[in-house]
């Protein structure tokens, strides 16, 4: 669909790459990467992005692409696409392993792909992320690599404990030399799902300030930042899942929203949210059964669940800082 280049259809409608989001978006605000399972939440996604005025990149991940079938979300996405030609964005591989990574490379669908051999020790790490990114390149393709354990760090674990699960700015350094890859995902505090931290903990600022200098002081152009379980965990939505017959465990807990914006202006410039919007689909779903317990036809649900995706994505952008920003970024693309 897109080579290293912005394919332009009919009027308007816009695919870019996920290397000119980073552009334009690098030091001043960060695009939201949004995972996406079916039509109800894609249709949510567009309508958010439009609504909010704000280029987004959809990640699709391997679990999402063995749920219906990966041609299903392509076509998914393509219809989309047209349904709404003011959408900019591009479309993203989440945590990919090395077959899925050729496969989505080879298939001419996406702009990026994240490889994800965090759990490998550094030196295979590197050499697996290497071996993908120059099949990636060699296509004009971007990459995401991990480096570092992604995980809450518990406040009572020493200063030490606390580094050795983060990544290491120099390590950092030295992995994005040896591989080549377009951008970085770094553990600075965070972690997937719904139980991220216990106590006042916050976002590791220091760790996205290290690589941002170590960088500089390298001479590297500046690498983009990758923040991975960055969902906030609203307690109110928790608390209104709870209320409709849920049992989440009410210590769930995520990301200040109010801190993707500083780590974002420090180089933060991808923001991944998956959970937040599996709670919204929850949510709307357990009120509207709880309240119509007769009902059985899923479309009135599946409506309100768009809209009320769309609203969730809305806010999530004017969070990010991405909001207002489409025109800029379609003018800086070249659309
Ligand atoms: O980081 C993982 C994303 O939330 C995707 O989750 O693998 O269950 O689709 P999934
Ligand atoms: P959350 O679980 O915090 O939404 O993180 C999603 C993610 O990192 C997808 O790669
Ligand atoms: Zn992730």
Redesign the pocket.
């Known amino acids: 669909m897109h080579k290293g280049k912005i394919s332009i259809l009919l009027l308007a409608i816009m695919i870019v790459t996920t290397a000119q989001l980073y552009q334009v978006a690098y030091g001043k605000y960060a695009v939201g990467a949004y995972n996406i399972n079916n039509i109800e939440q894609t249709i949510g996604l567009f309508r958010g992005c439009v609504d909010s005025q704000a280029p987004f990149i959809i990640q699709l991940s391997k679990g999402a692409r063995k749920y219906t079938d990966k041609r299903m979300l392509e076509a998914v996405i393509r219809t989309a696409e047209e349904m709404f030609p003011e959408a900019v964005f591009a479309v993203h591989l ?2 990919g392993d090395e077959e899925t990574c050729y496969d989505c490379i080879d298939s001419g669908f996406y702009s990026s792909v994240m490889i994800d051999a965090s759990h490998d020790p550094f030196d295979k790490n590197i050499e697996i992320t290497k071996r993908v990114v120059d099949r990636a390149h060699a296509k004009g393709i971007s990459v995401e690599a991990e480096l570092g354990m ?1 995980g809450g760090v518990e406040e009572d674990i020493s200063v030490d404990e606390k580094h050795a699960c983060l990544t290491n700015p120099d390590e950092a350094v030295e992995f994005m030399q040896r591989t080549g890859c377009d951008s970085l995902a770094a553990a600075i505090g965070t972690s ?1 799902g719904a139980y991220k931290f216990k106590g006042q903990q916050s976002l590791h600022f220091e760790v996205i300030e290290g690589i941002r200098d170590k960088v500089a002081a390298a001479g590297m152009k500046p690498v983009p930042i990758v923040m ?2 960055s969902s906030s965990v609203p307690q109110s939505e928790v608390e209104r899942i709870n209320a409709a017959g849920g049992k989440l465990d009410p210590s769930a807990r995520g990301v200040n929203e109010e801190e993707y914006l500083p780590a974002a202006k420090l180089g933060v410039t991808k923001v ?1 949210i998956d959970t937040d919007g599996r709670l919204v689909w929850t949510r709307v779903h357990r009120e509207f059964f709880r309240d119509k317990p007769t009902e059985f036809d899923f479309r009135p649900p599946g409506k309100i669940f768009m809209d009320e995706y769309a609203k969730f994505i809305a806010h999530k952008n004017g969070k990010l800082g991405s909001a207002g920003t489409l025109p800029e970024v379609r003018k800086a693309a070249g659309g």
């Open positions: 989440d945590h992604l997937h991975h379980g991944n």
